[in-house]
């Protein structure tokens, strides 16, 4: 095609979050020639824009804000030899690892020996949970909030009314604390709010703010901005209003999958995430995919240390290329929506952090996990946890070690 540039790399990264960031640098430090594509002004992935703190316990083994922890990324990145492009957008696919790039400087082709997709995940926006009433202004997601108050500082609303009650519910409350904007009420639809239990007790009493269980948000009143929202009480049916100018659709998580689907990688239909086995491989040879787009969604440390697992997979198959052994299917079965990784391979090894992810549409305050597989039961193991609908399953993969690489698919329940 006439005017499109084209360049050959070991390695395009594409998302410049914490995963995409530490696989980055890790493959750059090795000797290898990584570019990370991002579409925003500047890298650092949703930790930018998330003034609080909380992040790199896992990875860094301190507590940062967000900011501070998307910068330091980024430096590392950059200073092991990696190169940085932001603005740049990728459009598409122009071979099995060659990605059509639309920046500032126009258009080019990427060809690379090796692609990273770490594109991450996005909440479900009102359209998408069915919600009624007019199109006001006044209808933000998480991420939206942050980026009109961390980045933009144009946020301007007195009350606000918050969807859900996970733990990036409450990262909502404080952004909307920081800009001066009172939550005058948080709602779940369950029947114990998402998030921890010791949040779940202080967040109201600490922060002044009326969390609901039981309900939810039904129809967005008024027409040119938000006005309020009629709630409804999924016990009783029993309906009310709220008046607010501002709601902020929290949670819901879904992989931001759509190169992975281009791409005609095999999916995931229940989380949109590309299906990869432990080694974090697609069912593309030499693409793979890391952080929240695998598992949507679990914390930032979490996905930049699966950058640094998917990373050595990279290296290995720069270094000889070759298509993997055939691999048993993992499935998950409800109350669970989704599990990963969900390919399992002879040599392989162990998922990111030795820990099985899943994700339960269901509260349980005592459960079990189950593994079954040509229809017998070859593992269970009693949780210690409590099981919530809001928040990752984090699961010992030596669950894993009775399994048949030579049988049929394994089933993961709970019970």
Do not use: K
Request: charged share 20%; net charge positive; hydrophobic share 45%.
């Amino acid at each position: 095609m006439s005017g499109v540039a084209r360049r050959t790399v070991d390695v395009a990264v594409v998302g410049s979050g914490p995963s995409g960031l530490v696989a980055a640098r890790r493959l750059a430090a090795a000797g290898a020639d990584v570019v990370v594509l991002e579409r925003e002004a500047a890298p650092g992935g949703v930790p930018r824009h998330s003034a609080h703190t909380g992040y790199g316990l896992r990875d860094r083994h301190r507590l940062m804000t967000g900011p501070a922890y998307a910068a330091r990324l980024a430096e590392e990145a950059d200073a092991a030899g990696a190169t940085l492009r932001t603005e740049a957008t990728v459009t598409g696919w122009a071979g099995p690892r060659a990605l059509a790039v639309t920046s500032p400087a126009g258009l080019e082709e990427l060809d690379a020996g090796a692609v990273v997709l770490a594109t991450g995940a996005r909440e479900r926006p009102r359209p998408a949970r069915l919600v009624a009433g007019d199109r006001p202004m006044g209808v933000v997601t998480t991420g939206l909030l942050q980026q009109l108050v961390h980045l933009h500082d144009r946020l301007s609303a007195s009350r606000a009314v918050v969807v859900g009650a996970e733990l990036v519910s409450w990262s909502a409350v404080l952004t909307l604390r920081e800009a001066g904007c009172a939550t005058v009420l948080m709602t779940s639809e369950h029947d114990v709010a998402e998030a921890p239990a010791p949040l779940r007790w202080l967040g109201p009493r600490a922060l002044g703010v009326p969390l609901a269980t039981r309900t939810r948000v039904a129809r967005i009143l008024g027409r040119g901005r938000v006005e309020g929202v009629e709630v409804v009480d999924t016990r009783s049916g029993a309906r009310s209003q709220v008046a607010c100018d501002l709601v902020v659709f929290t949670g819901s998580w879904r992989a931001e999958g759509e190169l992975a689907r281009t791409a005609g990688l095999q999916v995931d239909p229940a989380s949109g995430a590309p299906v990869v086995d432990t080694e974090l491989r697609t069912s593309a040879p030499g693409v793979f995919a890391a952080g929240n787009l695998v598992h949507p969604v679990d914390t930032a440390d979490v996905a930049a240390l699966g950058g640094a697992h998917v990373a050595d997979a990279v290296r290995r198959w720069l270094e000889a290329p070759a298509l993997p052994p055939r691999g048993v299917a993992l499935a998950a079965e409800a109350p669970l929506a989704w599990v990963a990784p969900t390919v399992l391979r002879p040599g392989d090894r162990p998922p990111p952090r030795r820990r099985l992810l899943a994700w339960s549409t269901e509260a349980r305050a005592l459960a079990a996990v189950r593994l079954t597989q040509d229809g017998r039961e070859i593992a269970r193991r009693r949780l210690p946890w409590a099981v919530s609908p809001g928040r990752v399953l984090r699961l010992p993969a030596g669950l894993l070690d009775a399994v048949d690489l030579a049988g049929g698919p394994v089933r993961l329940t709970l019970d």
